[in-house]
């Protein structure tokens, strides 16, 4: 089944669960992980037997458990477990990031670095191997209007998240909404940091991709978080707390709270509100579980860049955002179907298409690749395609 015909939830759970666990001892990650998602409806009110369900943490890079960057395997096996116990099928899988490629000999290393093919093994789950993926039009984005997405989150019927918390020196803090951006294949990840270098275009983006794919469910591992300058060269801190919500922009207002940052200041909550998502005073979020007030880490390290502006980017941001642009897919004008109507003209959010003799002519200096006016042409005189330069650093990077 296609993402894109699962019921949405955004908008409608706006209950968040959190439940102590002083450590990672499988009995204690498992007692928390069940009353989190009990507390929010239970296992049946996400996932019924017989669906596939695709559990996806977070696999950033390669790294040891030890060092918080993944989502930690005790976590990953108590989600899956109470998944399969219910009849269904599940899958563990995610593109891992770091500028690795989406092959599976990457995905090896990363589940067995993260612990996780124990975890299958142990469950007799199935880690995702599909390297494949498809381009989906996004008709409701505000930012993207078409995402390559990798075919394990396409064909769930069920998307989990289980997100690690940690700090993060672009949104401030990672959580479920950034945690979705792994179901971007591989080498597609870098190149949205380059076509959208401004924080609060990126942040609506991941919000366009999380309001896409519709991810059901949210499970937080926050028994020991990372503070500092995430999302990999924090330090890490004791919470001790499993968290859950079938919202994620809730999930992340609660992650603020504990971690002691504005939520209005995080680029995807402020996107959310924008979009009606979630209301701008959290007035629609109910916490429900241990008292929340117990686990705010008021000293809580924050990222420098939520303590200090930062400078404009320079010379080389400018260098990998034109990479970027290249390797990814460009409108292209079909004169012969261009009537001049200008309505490309109109949509465009960075003032990129220009007329000459009633035809469209694109600036692709300021083209950010959102694709809305491939989306809005009615007369299929917009295509997709890479440049020379695209095929060549295609061929280069994957």
Request: hydrophobic content about 40%.
């Amino acid at each position: 089944m296609s993402s894109i015909n699962r019921d949405a939830v955004t908008g409608e759970r706006k209950t968040v669960s959190l439940a102590g666990c002083d450590d990672y001892s499988r009995e204690h990650v498992l007692a928390a992980v069940k009353r989190s998602i009990d507390l929010v409806g239970g296992i049946g009110g996400f996932a019924s037997p017989g669906q596939k369900v695709l559990v996806k943490p977070n696999l950033l890079h390669i790294s040891e458990i030890e060092k918080g960057i993944t989502t930690h395997p005790e976590v990953v096996f108590a989600v899956a477990k109470l998944f399969r116990d219910n009849g269904c099928k599940v899958i563990i899988g995610d593109s891992p990031g770091a500028g690795m490629s989406y092959k599976a000999k990457t995905l090896r290393k990363s589940y067995a670095a993260a612990g996780l093919d124990k975890v299958a093994e142990e469950l007799g789950v199935e880690l995702n191997f599909d390297t494949g993926y498809r381009n989906v039009p996004n008709p409701g984005g505000r930012m993207i209007k078409r995402f390559n997405i990798i075919n394990p989150a396409l064909d769930a019927d069920v998307i989990v998240g289980v997100s690690k918390m940690k700090t993060h020196l672009l949104t401030y803090m990672t959580g479920a909404t950034k945690n979705l951006f792994g179901v971007l294949p591989g080498m597609e990840k870098p190149t949205f940091h380059g076509r959208l270098p401004d924080p609060d275009d990126f942040s609506r983006m991941l919000v366009d991709l999380n309001v896409l794919v519709k991810p059901k469910l949210q499970v937080m591992d926050a028994v020991m978080a990372m503070e500092g300058d995430g999302p990999t060269g924090g330090e890490m801190r004791k919470v001790g707390a499993i968290l859950a919500s079938g919202d994620f922009t809730a999930i992340d207002v609660a992650v603020c709270r504990i971690m002691a940052i504005d939520p209005a200041a995080v680029g995807t909550i402020k996107a959310a509100i924008e979009r009606g998502l979630i209301q701008g005073n959290f007035g629609d979020i109910s916490f429900v579980g241990e008292d929340f007030e117990k686990f705010v880490v008021r000293d809580f390290k924050k990222p420098q860049t939520y303590l200090k502006p930062q400078p404009k980017q320079g010379k080389g941001w400018h260098i990998l955002g034109n990479m970027a642009k290249a390797y990814a897919l460009r409108p292209e004008i079909i004169k012969d179907n261009c009537i001049g109507c200008e309505e490309c003209k109109r949509i465009c959010p960075r003032q990129a298409i220009a007329m000459k003799d009633r035809k469209a002519r694109i600036s692709y200096d300021k083209c950010i690749r959102c694709y809305s006016c491939h989306e809005t042409c009615a007369n299929g005189a917009i295509r997709l395609g890479k440049s020379r330069a695209g095929r060549f650093i295609t061929k280069m990077m994957e």
